[in-house]
């Protein structure tokens, strides 16, 4: 054999093998870090800041579970009060805010943008195991989200164990092999991105002040909340407002078109199942629960290839709720009705405070025959008197 | 199991390439390989892997009564035996959801067949059977001894890098490779594995990414502007041909590390100058098996004119067919059976024009034949034809598709393609450009997909 062959050979091997231990390694050795005691100081230290001067301060975030998941985790450890009412769902549920509530300070706000049932559940649970069950649970299930073709993790490993760190460990839409569980989120581009990510922030030297910290786009920075950002922050009472939103007012992001509603979509049975599975365990943890899916805007709403899906959606989630004597509100199509306009919207699945605040009224005032009763006894007089937007009306 | 994934690239690779190696008989090394790859179709098919051991042992032994017989009629009867059996499997398992959903929407709300049954498709399943019908017919036509070793029969059906999508290796071409003895040279391992990460990166680097921002386009055509409508099917033209034209660099690495050589598949189809040398560039084990197997024995061009005309339109057709049991296919296959008549007609005053027109004249109309392959039922096709007819507005694309775009578009208009590069005589810096595309692919895997031509 000539020597070359056997020199390229062993040199690219070894160059890929290396590269890729030395990424796995430094992922491995990041992560533990940052589930371990010492990792993730800096952003309990923040959360604290921020939970202790409600409306004072927002705190910048990069949406997506890789870093939501484990936020959360931290942020059930430093809330100031007992949660009462706790609202759960995706990126849609993200404005419902304390301020519609008479007591503020009792209401959270879990939502976790992109991300599963299991670990909506999973703040249920971390709430529950500190502080006690919240009284109410207001859960959004949008029709999109109940449609998508992925797997749901099954909710077992602790929210901070390492394994969880920059993504969940399984591939998109495959089931991961068992005898590697971890390995193909290890190896993955967002694992890579996660470790590059913090790494450089290791070399950066930063200022320790708050205060001093620019708006730069940059993750779980805080800013002050009377300021328009070019950041999504989220709020003391963990709702998010997005750029340049500032004092509820959105600014919506400029999206002509649905694009997520469309094409022919499905619902997803396992996920049907799944909701059942944690409506049962919140019931058993005495906690009252209203599950509601939000109006969409209207151009989403009036997609006549979604309505098969919409109908179906409604079907099957009342199928289940109705099984478990819990309040269905199902809003996907009601959104002109109760006064919510385009305006109201950041996109086609995102609503603001001031249609969130009439999504609280319709769950207060009959949508909720069985729980409403609780929630209305605790939003304020101006969510029951909510009118119409002016563009709606 | 995928080629693109971890489980196969860290752990049944370097177990099956070091199994093989270390066997030190041919026998026992392709009783290893036949077991390696029944254990990497049980990953894609489970218990349909049972099917491809029927068909290899009804082909066998259809081979060995073929070698035996001498009387015409009995060999005819014994070779109809072989193509009923196929044919009939391939129709069954890929045709049998088509044939009665096509029965039933003559009535729309009356069904006529009223099964509940539905069929799923055994991967690589039309691979193998084309494969193993072309070995029953070569031994009746005498071109090839029928195997005498079953073990070598089975593992030319199974052999995993061609199995589940080609390419369609013929059986005189990789039968006396495996029945020969002696150990891999090394630099063909290396060649192997260099050319396979050339496949890997063209998979997951460009087909994938293409995909990741063409999809949302194409499969939202109502709301797209016509420029980003023909932005995405030219981005699907690359991807396919990355995709496919990658698994088959994966498929012939992973051969050359066992010693084997396989036909090639692809020899940069978006140079081809007419639709006849598209055909000799695009999937070549797929087209030369239509042209020996089905459009020759149908008289091919010896027959007239007419006669010519309909035997390429129902090769190309069937051709289409092949590729999946759906009216967009039939399309497909019919409209490169009209280019190719068209051109035949046209071949002289063709020939003369200089080549760049020619490029200018074939390249549109290849991205244009993609359309009804892409589009996955008659009414996303006519959904395409609405959006590229719509008035002309201000392409809203991503500007990271017309980037993989233009990159994939370069590398189709490199000169040198995968074939033609020596990879044994990489330059030391190309090892390592090689070693870190390599890296990147690996860790891009949790994004990747499953390969196109894995559906067919």
């Known amino acids: 054999m ?48 921020l939970v202790a001067q409600p409306g004072r301060w927002g705190l910048t975030m990069t949406p997506g579970p ?5 936020l959360r985790a931290e942020w059930t450890r430093v809330l100031a009060a007992r949660v009462e009412v706790l609202v759960l769902g995706q990126s849609d549920a993200d404005h419902m805010s304390s301020t519609s509530f008479k007591d503020p300070s009792t209401f959270y706000n879990g939502f976790l943008s992109n991300s599963y049932l299991a670990y909506q559940y999973e703040v249920f649970d971390e709430i529950t195991r500190r502080r006690g069950a919240p009284k109410l649970v207001l859960w959004d299930v949008r029709s999109g989200y109940l449609a998508q073709v992925h797997e749901e993790p099954a909710w077992e490993v602790p929210a901070d164990d390492p394994v969880w760190y920059a993504g969940a460990p399984f591939y998109h839409g495959d089931a991961t092999p068992p005898w590697y569980r971890d390995i193909p989120s290890l190896l993955s581009l967002a694992q890579t991105e996660f470790t590059a990510r913090s790494l450089l922030a290791d070399l950066r030297a930063r200022d320790a002040t708050i205060e001093a910290r620019a708006d730069t786009g940059e993750p779980f920075v805080l800013l002050p909340a009377d300021r328009a950002s070019i950041s999504h922050r989220w709020l003391s009472d963990g709702s998010r407002v997005y750029p340049q939103e500032l004092a509820g007012r959105l600014v919506p992001r400029g999206q002509t078109a649905p694009q997520e509603a469309r094409g022919e979509r499905k619902l997803t049975e396992a996920s049907i199942a799944m909701l059942d599975v944690y ?36 079907r099957r989630v009342r199928e289940v709720t109705d099984r478990r004597g819990v309040d269905f509100c199902d809003l996907t199509v009601r959104g002109a009705k109760m006064g919510c306009a385009p305006g109201d919207f950041y996109d086609e699945l995102h609503l603001g405070r001031a249609c969130d605040a009439r999504v609280l009224r319709e769950l207060a005032s009959g949508c909720a025959p069985r729980a409403g009763a609780e929630l209305r006894a605790r939003v304020t007089d101006a969510v029951l008197a909510s009118e119409p937007s002016a563009s709606a009306r | 199991m995928k080629f693109n994934s971890l489980e196969f690239l860290f752990l049944f690779m370097p177990i099956v390439l070091i199994g093989f190696r270390v066997w030190p008989r041919r026998r026992q090394a392709l009783l290893f390989i036949t077991l390696a790859s029944y254990v990497f179709y049980a990953f894609a098919a489970k218990w349909l892997t049972l099917l491809m051991l029927v068909s290899t042992t009804v082909d066998y032994t259809v081979g060995i009564l073929l070698d035996r017989e001498d009387r015409p009629g009995r060999r005819k009867l014994i070779l109809l035996l072989s193509l009923v059996f196929n044919l009939g499997l391939l129709s069954f398992f890929k045709y049998f959801n088509f044939f009665v959903d096509g029965v039933n929407a003559l009535r729309p709300g009356h069904p006529v067949l009223t099964t509940t049954l539905r069929v799923a498709l055994p991967a690589g399943i039309s691979f193998y059977t084309f494969q193993s019908m072309g070995y029953s017919i070569d031994v009746y036509r005498r071109h090839l001894k029928a195997a005498r070793s079953y073990l070598e029969f089975a593992s030319f059906v199974s052999l995993f890098p061609q199995l589940i999508a080609g390419p369609i290796v013929r059986p005189s071409v990789l039968l006396p490779q495996l029945a020969r003895e002696g150990k891999v040279d090394d630099s063909r391992v290396t060649e192997g594995l260099f050319l396979f990460a050339c496949g890997l990166a063209k998979k997951v680097l460009i087909a994938d990414r293409i995909a990741f921002f063409a999809d949302p386009i194409l499969d939202s055509l109502s709301r797209q502007t016509p420029i980003d409508g023909w932005l995405a099917m030219v981005g699907f033209a690359l991807q396919i041909y990355f ?109 003369r024009l200089p080549r760049a027109a020619k490029h200018l004249v074939m390249l549109p109309l290849l991205v244009l034949s993609w359309v009804p392959f892409r589009m ?32 994939g578009a370069v590398i189709v208009a490199l000169p040198k393609n995968s074939n033609a590069i020596r990879w044994h005589e990489l330059k030391w810096r190309h090892v390592f450009a090689l070693a870190a595309v390599t890296t990147l692919a690996i860790l891009h895997l949790n994004l990747s997909s499953k390969f196109l031509y894995f559906a067919f």
């Open chain 1, 2 to 49: 000539h020597p070359s062959h056997r020199q390229r050979l062993l040199a690219f091997l070894a160059f890929v093998c290396a590269c890729v231990v030395v990424v796995g390694w430094t992922n491995q050795r990041v992560k533990a870090r940052e589930s371990g005691s010492e990792g993730g100081k800096a952003l309990r230290e923040q959360l604290r800041v």
């Open chain 1, 66 to 70: 890789a870093q939501e998941r484990t």
């Open chain 1, 279 to 314: 409506l049962q365990k919140m019931l058993a943890a005495n906690a009252r629960v209203i599950v509601y899916a939000p109006p969409l805007r209207a151009d989403a709403a009036s997609e006549p290839t979604q309505q098969p899906l919409y109908a179906a959606f409604d």
């Open chain 2, 243 to 351: 995709d496919f034209s990658g698994y088959t660099d994966m498929a012939r690495g992973l051969a050359r590390m066992l010693g084997l050589e396989f036909t090639i598949n692809f020899d940069s189809p978006y140079h081809a100058d007419s639709p006849s040398d598209f055909w000799k560039r695009w999937h070549v084990s797929l087209s030369s098996w239509l042209r020996d197997y089905l459009y020759i024995p149908l008289g091919g061009n010896r027959k007239g004119e007419r006669r010519t005309s309909f035997n390429l339109m129902a090769t190309m057709l069937l051709g289409g067919l092949w590729h999946g049991a759906g009216f967009n296919f039939i399309v497909w296959g019919g409209f490169h059976g009209l280019l190719l008549l068209v051109f035949h007609r046209i071949e002289r005053p063709w020939a």
């Open chain 2, 376 to 407: 996955h039922s008659m009414a996303d096709l006519a959904a395409f034809l609405r959006c590229v007819r719509g008035p002309i507005r201000a392409p809203a694309a991503p500007g990271a598709l017309w980037l993989y775009v233009a990159l």
